[in-house]
T-cell receptor, first 113, second 118 residues
Protein backbone atom coordinates (compact mmCIF):
# COMPACT_ATOMS: atom_id res chain seq x y z
CA UNK A 1 0.00 0.00 0.00
CA UNK A 2 1.15 3.51 -0.70
CA UNK A 3 2.01 5.45 2.42
CA UNK A 4 4.07 8.41 3.54
CA UNK A 5 5.51 8.66 7.03
CA UNK A 6 6.55 11.82 8.76
CA UNK A 7 7.88 10.55 12.05
CA UNK A 8 8.06 13.89 13.82
CA UNK A 9 4.72 15.52 14.52
CA UNK A 10 6.44 18.59 15.94
CA UNK A 11 9.97 19.97 15.70
CA UNK A 12 10.91 22.87 17.99
CA UNK A 13 14.04 24.78 17.01
CA UNK A 14 15.70 28.07 17.81
CA UNK A 15 16.01 30.82 15.25
CA UNK A 16 19.10 30.56 13.02
CA UNK A 17 19.57 26.89 13.89
CA UNK A 18 19.56 24.21 11.17
CA UNK A 19 16.59 21.91 10.83
CA UNK A 20 15.75 18.62 9.16
CA UNK A 21 12.21 17.34 8.70
CA UNK A 22 12.02 13.66 7.90
CA UNK A 23 9.91 11.93 5.29
CA UNK A 24 9.87 8.28 4.33
CA UNK A 25 7.63 6.59 1.81
CA UNK A 26 6.68 3.02 1.08
CA UNK A 27 8.88 1.45 -1.52
CA UNK A 28 8.04 1.72 -5.18
CA UNK A 29 9.82 1.50 -8.51
CA UNK A 30 9.31 5.12 -9.30
CA UNK A 31 7.96 8.09 -7.42
CA UNK A 32 7.62 11.82 -7.61
CA UNK A 33 8.14 13.62 -4.32
CA UNK A 34 6.88 16.94 -3.01
CA UNK A 35 7.14 19.13 0.06
CA UNK A 36 4.33 21.56 0.80
CA UNK A 37 4.14 24.22 3.51
CA UNK A 38 0.98 25.40 5.22
CA UNK A 39 1.18 28.68 7.10
CA UNK A 40 -1.46 29.28 9.79
CA UNK A 41 -4.95 29.61 8.34
CA UNK A 42 -3.72 29.30 4.79
CA UNK A 43 -3.72 26.72 2.02
CA UNK A 44 -0.78 24.57 1.02
CA UNK A 45 2.07 26.03 -0.99
CA UNK A 46 4.65 24.03 -2.90
CA UNK A 47 8.17 24.28 -1.44
CA UNK A 48 9.96 21.96 -3.83
CA UNK A 49 9.59 18.76 -5.80
CA UNK A 50 11.73 15.91 -7.06
CA UNK A 51 10.86 14.44 -10.42
CA UNK A 52 14.15 13.06 -11.73
CA UNK A 53 17.81 13.94 -12.12
CA UNK A 54 19.88 15.39 -9.30
CA UNK A 55 18.88 13.96 -5.95
CA UNK A 56 19.40 17.30 -4.21
CA UNK A 57 16.52 19.63 -4.90
CA UNK A 58 16.43 23.29 -3.98
CA UNK A 59 13.18 25.05 -3.25
CA UNK A 60 11.85 28.38 -2.13
CA UNK A 61 12.74 30.18 1.10
CA UNK A 62 16.14 28.49 1.37
CA UNK A 63 14.80 24.96 1.78
CA UNK A 64 16.29 21.92 0.09
CA UNK A 65 15.59 18.20 0.11
CA UNK A 66 17.52 15.11 -0.77
CA UNK A 67 16.03 12.08 -2.46
CA UNK A 68 17.52 8.82 -1.21
CA UNK A 69 16.17 5.90 -3.18
CA UNK A 70 17.84 3.16 -1.12
CA UNK A 71 16.38 4.55 2.10
CA UNK A 72 13.10 5.62 0.46
CA UNK A 73 13.47 9.03 2.07
CA UNK A 74 13.05 12.64 1.06
CA UNK A 75 14.14 14.72 4.04
CA UNK A 76 13.72 18.48 4.04
CA UNK A 77 16.50 20.73 5.35
CA UNK A 78 17.26 24.35 5.97
CA UNK A 79 20.65 25.52 7.28
CA UNK A 80 19.28 28.47 9.24
CA UNK A 81 15.61 28.93 10.09
CA UNK A 82 13.65 32.13 10.70
CA UNK A 83 10.68 32.81 12.93
CA UNK A 84 8.63 33.13 9.75
CA UNK A 85 9.32 29.47 8.91
CA UNK A 86 6.95 28.43 11.67
CA UNK A 87 4.34 26.38 9.82
CA UNK A 88 3.09 22.89 9.07
CA UNK A 89 5.15 20.97 6.51
CA UNK A 90 3.72 18.14 4.45
CA UNK A 91 5.57 15.55 2.45
CA UNK A 92 3.63 14.08 -0.48
CA UNK A 93 4.35 11.28 -2.90
CA UNK A 94 3.01 10.53 -6.33
CA UNK A 95 3.45 6.88 -7.20
CA UNK A 96 3.78 6.57 -10.95
CA UNK A 97 0.81 4.79 -12.41
CA UNK A 98 -1.44 6.14 -9.70
CA UNK A 99 -3.53 9.24 -10.08
CA UNK A 100 -3.35 10.79 -6.66
CA UNK A 101 -0.95 12.47 -4.27
CA UNK A 102 -0.52 10.71 -0.95
CA UNK A 103 0.26 13.05 1.92
CA UNK A 104 2.09 12.46 5.16
CA UNK A 105 0.54 13.53 8.44
CA UNK A 106 2.58 16.72 8.58
CA UNK A 107 5.34 18.09 10.82
CA UNK A 108 4.81 21.28 12.73
CA UNK A 109 7.98 23.38 12.74
CA UNK A 110 8.09 25.76 15.71
CA UNK A 111 10.81 28.38 15.53
CA UNK A 112 11.44 30.40 18.66
CA UNK A 113 13.76 33.36 19.29
CA UNK B 1 -5.16 37.75 -8.63
CA UNK B 2 -6.03 34.78 -6.45
CA UNK B 3 -5.22 31.58 -8.31
CA UNK B 4 -7.55 29.19 -6.46
CA UNK B 5 -10.34 30.73 -4.41
CA UNK B 6 -12.93 29.16 -2.15
CA UNK B 7 -16.09 30.47 -0.56
CA UNK B 8 -16.98 30.64 2.20
CA UNK B 9 -13.85 30.70 4.33
CA UNK B 10 -15.79 29.66 7.42
CA UNK B 11 -19.02 27.70 7.58
CA UNK B 12 -20.85 26.91 10.81
CA UNK B 13 -24.03 24.90 10.56
CA UNK B 14 -26.30 22.48 12.36
CA UNK B 15 -26.33 18.74 11.98
CA UNK B 16 -28.68 17.57 9.26
CA UNK B 17 -28.37 20.69 7.12
CA UNK B 18 -27.28 20.77 3.48
CA UNK B 19 -24.45 23.11 2.50
CA UNK B 20 -22.21 23.91 -0.47
CA UNK B 21 -18.64 25.10 -0.81
CA UNK B 22 -17.58 26.80 -4.02
CA UNK B 23 -14.19 26.70 -5.71
CA UNK B 24 -12.86 28.63 -8.66
CA UNK B 25 -9.45 28.64 -10.33
CA UNK B 26 -8.16 31.19 -12.83
CA UNK B 27 -5.02 29.26 -13.79
CA UNK B 28 -6.51 27.66 -16.89
CA UNK B 29 -5.98 24.20 -15.40
CA UNK B 30 -7.81 21.12 -16.61
CA UNK B 31 -8.02 19.31 -13.30
CA UNK B 32 -9.49 20.23 -9.94
CA UNK B 33 -9.56 18.41 -6.62
CA UNK B 34 -11.24 18.40 -3.24
CA UNK B 35 -9.27 17.42 -0.14
CA UNK B 36 -10.38 17.01 3.46
CA UNK B 37 -8.04 17.92 6.33
CA UNK B 38 -9.14 16.54 9.67
CA UNK B 39 -8.46 17.87 13.15
CA UNK B 40 -5.11 16.05 13.23
CA UNK B 41 -4.06 17.84 10.04
CA UNK B 42 -4.26 14.64 7.99
CA UNK B 43 -4.93 15.58 4.38
CA UNK B 44 -6.75 13.17 2.10
CA UNK B 45 -8.10 13.47 -1.40
CA UNK B 46 -11.84 13.15 -1.87
CA UNK B 47 -12.48 13.85 -5.55
CA UNK B 48 -10.74 14.84 -8.73
CA UNK B 49 -12.30 16.21 -11.90
CA UNK B 50 -10.64 16.56 -15.28
CA UNK B 51 -12.45 18.66 -17.89
CA UNK B 52 -15.67 18.34 -15.89
CA UNK B 53 -15.33 14.55 -15.73
CA UNK B 54 -14.98 12.67 -12.45
CA UNK B 55 -11.62 10.91 -12.31
CA UNK B 56 -10.95 10.13 -8.66
CA UNK B 57 -13.68 9.27 -6.21
CA UNK B 58 -12.28 8.03 -2.95
CA UNK B 59 -14.43 6.21 -0.42
CA UNK B 60 -16.47 9.23 0.47
CA UNK B 61 -20.10 8.99 1.69
CA UNK B 62 -22.56 9.70 -1.09
CA UNK B 63 -23.81 12.64 0.97
CA UNK B 64 -20.88 14.43 -0.66
CA UNK B 65 -21.51 15.36 -4.27
CA UNK B 66 -19.04 17.36 -6.34
CA UNK B 67 -20.31 19.37 -9.26
CA UNK B 68 -18.23 20.90 -12.02
CA UNK B 69 -20.22 23.33 -14.16
CA UNK B 70 -17.09 24.17 -16.16
CA UNK B 71 -13.33 23.59 -16.05
CA UNK B 72 -12.76 26.57 -13.80
CA UNK B 73 -15.23 25.59 -11.09
CA UNK B 74 -15.64 22.62 -8.79
CA UNK B 75 -18.25 22.91 -6.09
CA UNK B 76 -18.82 20.53 -3.19
CA UNK B 77 -22.31 19.91 -1.95
CA UNK B 78 -22.85 18.09 1.32
CA UNK B 79 -26.23 16.69 2.35
CA UNK B 80 -27.38 15.82 5.85
CA UNK B 81 -24.28 17.13 7.56
CA UNK B 82 -22.86 15.10 10.44
CA UNK B 83 -20.55 16.02 13.31
CA UNK B 84 -17.74 14.03 11.69
CA UNK B 85 -17.86 16.24 8.63
CA UNK B 86 -16.25 19.04 10.63
CA UNK B 87 -12.90 19.68 8.96
CA UNK B 88 -11.06 22.03 6.66
CA UNK B 89 -11.85 21.40 3.01
CA UNK B 90 -9.29 22.40 0.43
CA UNK B 91 -9.79 22.82 -3.26
CA UNK B 92 -6.81 22.45 -5.59
CA UNK B 93 -6.07 22.54 -9.29
CA UNK B 94 -3.34 21.36 -11.62
CA UNK B 95 -2.55 21.00 -15.30
CA UNK B 96 -2.71 17.22 -15.07
CA UNK B 97 -4.28 15.69 -18.15
CA UNK B 98 -4.83 12.05 -17.10
CA UNK B 99 -3.60 10.78 -20.43
CA UNK B 100 -1.99 7.73 -18.87
CA UNK B 101 1.39 9.43 -18.66
CA UNK B 102 2.32 10.01 -14.99
CA UNK B 103 1.89 13.63 -14.11
CA UNK B 104 4.52 15.79 -12.49
CA UNK B 105 2.29 18.80 -12.35
CA UNK B 106 2.14 20.87 -9.22
CA UNK B 107 -1.18 21.13 -7.44
CA UNK B 108 -2.17 24.64 -6.38
CA UNK B 109 -4.30 24.86 -3.27
CA UNK B 110 -7.00 27.26 -2.23
CA UNK B 111 -7.05 28.83 1.25
CA UNK B 112 -9.49 26.27 2.65
CA UNK B 113 -12.99 26.31 4.08
CA UNK B 114 -13.33 25.51 7.76
CA UNK B 115 -16.59 23.64 8.23
CA UNK B 116 -17.95 23.27 11.75
CA UNK B 117 -21.01 21.10 12.30
CA UNK B 118 -22.77 21.64 15.62
Amino acid sequence: AQSVTQLDSQVPVFEEAPVELRCNYSSSVSVYLFWYVQYPNQGLQLLLKYLSGSTLVKGINGFEAEFNKSQTSFHLRKPSVHISDTAEYFCAVRYTGFQKLVFGTGTRLLVSP
Amino acid sequence: DTAVSQTPKYLVTQMGNDKSIKCEQNLGHDTMYWYKQDSKKFLKIMFSYNNKELIINETVPNRFSPKSPDKAHLNLHINSLELGDSAVYFCASSQEAFTGVPSTDTQYFGPGTRLTVL
